[in-house]
């Protein structure tokens, strides 16, 4: 570890707890090996909810990035997949190309993508960003691949409270009642008349966007990625980042290639619900887990109240009765 300077290693003990600095060193040396070369620089990244991710730059200035997957992860993120689904979206110039990953904790190494990491602010003000985002994204969903995982949002969230349960967690959020009724209803909806399938990345918000010079629109982090509604993904970016009413219309419209049809607005209400409802629930695992309480919890109380909001939208019960038939 010759490469990081002793400020760095004081910063890294910030981030990275006693039982990670094994995998973390065995990322470093694996780096090495893969490009039998020496690291330069290495760096911790903003951002990221679920892992800790780091820049290395080896001696000859080729720029990689190290993912240092979440304690615990493997336990509700399907790792095997995403490497597959990845792998598959990195083919089509979409996803970074992967060069190592470890289909055990999620931990990889891959293409560092020198580009702006998007966020809110240029979803709700530039349209280059909102239309490049729906016009990717349309791309992918009808790119005919077909993901190794699939990703059932009822299900998923059914699987959250069983962990819950199995900790002992009984904390809920105000409206928990009203959204397990209405997950209910959408999933007897569902059942009827099934959504349509498509490859998704279902976890669309600002940050997993990058934006190149050569005006390419790449698309990170497919750890939630699996064959699920296309909606659900044009559901989440209209929800983190959050989008109004104009900019909506300009990203769902460069999805769609026009103007929404009425099925199709129908479908991106419900899954709005879907998408907070999914995450309010998830963020109660990451307490579980052992990851700041207060943090969690706040982020996940937004989320139920978002998904409390979509049900109050006058247009709810039309459209679920709509889906439905």
Not at 69 to 98: D, L
Not at 234 to 263: H, I
Request: net charge negative; hydrophobic share 35%; glycine share 6%.
């Amino acid at each position: 570890m010759s490469e990081i300077t002793a400020r760095n290693k004081s910063v890294f003990g910030d981030v990275i707890a006693n039982d990670e600095i094994n995998d973390f060193l065995r990322l470093v040396n694996i780096t090495r090996d893969i490009f039998k070369q020496g690291i330069a620089v290495l760096e911790i990244m903003p951002g990221g909810l679920t892992n800790k991710n780091f820049r290395a730059v080896l001696e000859d200035g080729t720029q990689i990035a190290i993912r240092l997957a979440g304690k615990g992860t493997a336990n509700y993120i399907n790792r095997p997949g995403e490497k597959q689904n990845a792998g598959q979206m990195a083919f089509q110039g979409i996803a970074p190309e992967i060069f190592y990953y470890d289909e055990k904790t999620g931990s990889q190494i891959v293409e560092y993508i020198d580009a702006p990491t998007m966020h809110p602010a240029d979803f709700q003000t530039r349209t280059e960003v909102m239309e490049k985002a729906g016009r990717v994204m349309n791309r992918y969903h009808n790119s005919g691949s077909t993901f190794a995982s699939t990703f059932d949002p009822i299900a998923k969230v059914k699987e959250y409270v069983s962990i819950l349960e199995e900790h002992g967690y009984d904390k809920r959020y105000e409206g928990w009642d009203r959204m397990s009724d209405a997950l209910r209803r959408i999933a007897e909806a569902y059942a009827e008349h099934p959504a349509p399938q498509a490859p998704c990345h279902c976890d669309t918000l600002a940050e997993n966007f990058m934006l190149q010079e050569d005006g390419t629109m790449r698309v990170i982090d497919w750890e939630y990625s699996g064959m699920t509604d296309p909606y659900y993904d044009c559901a989440c970016v209209c929800v983190e980042n959050p989008l109004n009413e104009e900019c909506e219309k300009t990203y769902f419209g460069a999805y769609c290639g026009g103007e929404p049809t009425e099925e199709q607005k129908a479908r991106l209400l419900i899954n709005k619900f879907l998408v907070t409802t999914h995450w309010s629930t998830w963020s109660l695992v990451q307490i579980c887990y052992g990851k700041d309480a207060d943090f969690y919890w706040e982020y996940g109380r937004v989320r139920a109240v978002q998904a409390c909001s979509f049900l109050d939208d006058p247009k709810f019960e039309d459209y679920l009765k709509l889906i439905s038939e």
